[in-house]
């Protein structure tokens, strides 16, 4: 329960719907009672009407006595309706205060939690999987949810209702209020069991669900690669078998569904048969009126929706408080990567990085290794290296996806620390190494990092990024919509927009992250000059495994297992005739990638 006080706060938010729903349903129960009581009158009256109508029609009075009778009997009827009606007037109230209230619930948590997760450092998002921060923010909020709404609402109805209902039964029958009520607690223990049974094997199945699923999506965005190897019967195989786990686990659900329903019924019937037969023997014995006994077979049927509905909502608040230990896991998760100053400044582009080490936190491993280097404002840096060699730990580092573990960096003279960590980041433009675009257009796409999308500014960033041509040839041109609901850009292309996506945003810094290793060398060249053009006065760093897009930067260093092994220009590296000139001969020889 305790994990569940977090939600106090909304609770509170939201008070004037929580007590008016109290309110509800307070006045729903008392139309429940009523009807059960006016039963108990009408029937008794009935009796007696029977008793004197005998000497009455004897009397020559029977029409008179029979007209009156069923006068009586009819404004019953009518009172029972209203009673009815107004009772499910109240319950619509209930819901639209306490369901309501739920739902607003349930949309600011995820609005607080979506909040969150974007300010949560890139080591959060390594650490954990993107489905565990989905389910979290869809089906944690959803159980959470369910807590809120429905188990409040039926529980509210359970601690009002129970304690009106039965204390009346006592006043009205004490001994007949202690037999009929007798087999309620077991219904509300089984319910309880059947309950959590039923929850345990809903979850295998979602599992199972989510399994199928995932194994779905796999199969067909990997769909090029399953017939380029001939695996499309191997597919259906596994396809088939968990489907065949989905439906033996849907099975096993259906059989403990099933028991639930004849299980109400049988206790509710024990009840109701204890009322008749205990009612009936005071009725024998001259102690009650035959109406009580229909009285009390009302107010068992009343009571046995709130019992059963005790063993749900007992295991919707505990799912509900598992849910709830989960987001609040995630929500107490700190952004370790805060602003010492928060400075604002707008950046020159000198960057100076001193002895700088780094041991990424959540596999131990060392990708830099008491690196040092300067870039003065305007300058290209380029950064050589093998795979793994920390190339893109240093852009990491740059834009302060993580701090450094010793040593520093210096931007414009001041510790990276000092400056706002999102001006820092509107001021880099990063084109990252593996591409990501979104299912947009494709001019949004390139305006994604602009507050202000200009046109002007998003076509000279294609025409820079040399990706123009591509993109008014197609016919929609830049509203060309990318990803799954439009087309798909060759490797090349998508790099290419990528770069006009950050070069749009006019940076003070630019990042690429080995972006032209999809892209002909002529390419590679077409974009260098022009990003040599626009960068003039702007700091330039490019990460590549390829010599060809380094060696236009005013310096390079080449990187080797985190250490700088060699660094200058190209000239005097290739004059050194190390490990520089070495790989440019080699890639050099070798045959020019295609442009996909
Ligand atoms: N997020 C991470 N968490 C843990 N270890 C990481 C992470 N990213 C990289 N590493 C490790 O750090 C080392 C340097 O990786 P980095 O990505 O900087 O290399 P790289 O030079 O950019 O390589 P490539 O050219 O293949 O991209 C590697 O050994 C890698 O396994």
Redesign the pocket.
């Known amino acids: 329960m305790k994990p569940l006080w977090r939600l106090n706060k909304y609770l509170y938010k939201y008070k004037g719907l929580l007590l008016l729903g109290i309110f509800f349903t307070v006045i729903s129960n008392i139309f429940v009672i009523i009807p059960a009581q006016l039963v108990r009158i009408a029937i008794d009256y009935v009796v007696e009407s029977f008793t004197l109508y005998k000497p009455l029609i004897k009397g020559g009075l029977g029409e008179l006595a029979r007209e009156n009778f069923l006068d009586y009997v009819l404004v019953f009827g009518v009172l029972i309706l209203v009673m009815a009606l107004l009772r499910g007037f109240f319950l619509f109230l209930i819901r639209q205060t306490i369901i309501i209230m739920s739902r607003r619930v349930e949309y600011d948590m995820k609005n607080e939690i979506f909040s969150h997760y974007q300010n949560l450092p890139?080591s959060f998002y390594?650490k954990n999987s993107t489905g565990d921060l989905m389910a979290r923010i869809s089906e944690d909020v959803s159980r959470v949810r369910m807590y809120l709404g429905p188990a409040i609402m039926y529980g509210l109805g359970l601690l009002t209702l129970f304690p009106m209902v039965i204390s009346y039964m006592i006043s009205v029958n004490a001994e007949l209020t202690l037999y009929s009520l007798l087999p309620l607690p077991v219904l509300s223990i089984s319910i309880y069991f059947v309950n959590n049974l039923i929850n345990e094997r809903s979850e295998k199945i979602q599992r199972s669900l989510s399994g199928l699923s995932t194994y779905v999506q796999e199969a067909f965005s990997g769909i090029r690669v399953l017939k380029a190897f001939v695996r499309e019967e191997d597919s259906a195989r596994v396809f088939a078998e968990e489907s065949e786990e989905y439906k033996s686990k849907s099975i096993d659900l259906t059989r403990v569904n099933a028991l639930f329903f004849p299980l109400i019924m049988a206790l509710v019937g024990i009840s109701t048969i204890i009322t008749v037969y205990v009612g009936g023997m005071q009725v024998i014995k001259g102690e009650i009126g035959y109406g009580v006994i229909a009285e009390f077979i009302l107010y068992v049927n009343i009571l046995t929706w709130p019992v059963t509905s005790l063993g749900w909502v007992t295991s919707i608040i505990q799912r509900a408080a598992a849910s709830q230990v989960r987001i609040n896991e995630f929500l107490d998760a700190k952004n370790d990567i805060i602003s010492k100053e928060n400075l604002k400044d707008e950046i020159e582009g000198d960057i100076l990085v001193e002895n700088l080490t780094f041991i990424?936190p959540?596999?131990g491993?060392k990708?830099l290794d008491h690196i040092s280097f300067e870039i003065k404002a305007g300058q290209t840096l380029g950064i050589i290296?093998?795979?793994?060699?920390?190339?893109?730990?240093?852009a990491?580092l740059l834009m302060r996806m993580y701090d450094p573990s010793s040593g520093q960096i210096l931007i414009d003279g001041k510790e990276i620390q000092r400056f706002d960590v999102a001006e820092l980041r509107r001021q880099i433009g990063y084109v990252p190494?593996d591409v990501f675009l979104f299912s947009d257009t494709i001019a949004n796409n390139i305006a994604f990092g602009l507050d202000h999308p200009d046109r002007a500014l998003i076509e000279q960033a294609a025409k820079d990024a040399d990706v123009y041509q591509n993109i008014i040839d197609f016919p929609k041109g830049f509203e060309t919509m990318l990803g799954e609901r439009g087309i798909t850009l060759s490797g090349g292309q998508k790099q290419r927009v990528s770069i006009a996506r950050a070069i749009a945003k006019e940076p003070k810094i630019l990042i690429l992250?080995?972006c032209l290793s999809a892209v002909d060398t002529k390419t590679e060249n077409a974009i260098l000059s022009a990003l040599k053009h626009i960068m003039k006065d702007r700091t330039s760093v490019i990460?590549s495994?390829r010599v060809s897009s380094a060696k236009l930067a005013d310096h390079i260093i080449v990187?080797d297992d985190?250490k700088i092994i060699e660094r200058g220009n190209h000239e005097s590296l290739m004059s050194q005739k190390g490990v520089y000139a070495e790989l440019y001969d080699k890639q050099t020889q070798a045959s020019e990638p295609i442009d996909g």
């Open positions: 890139l390594r990424y959540d596999s491993i990708a290296g093998t795979t793994g060699s920390g190339k893109s730990t240093v990491n190494q992250d080995d990460i495994h990187l985190g």
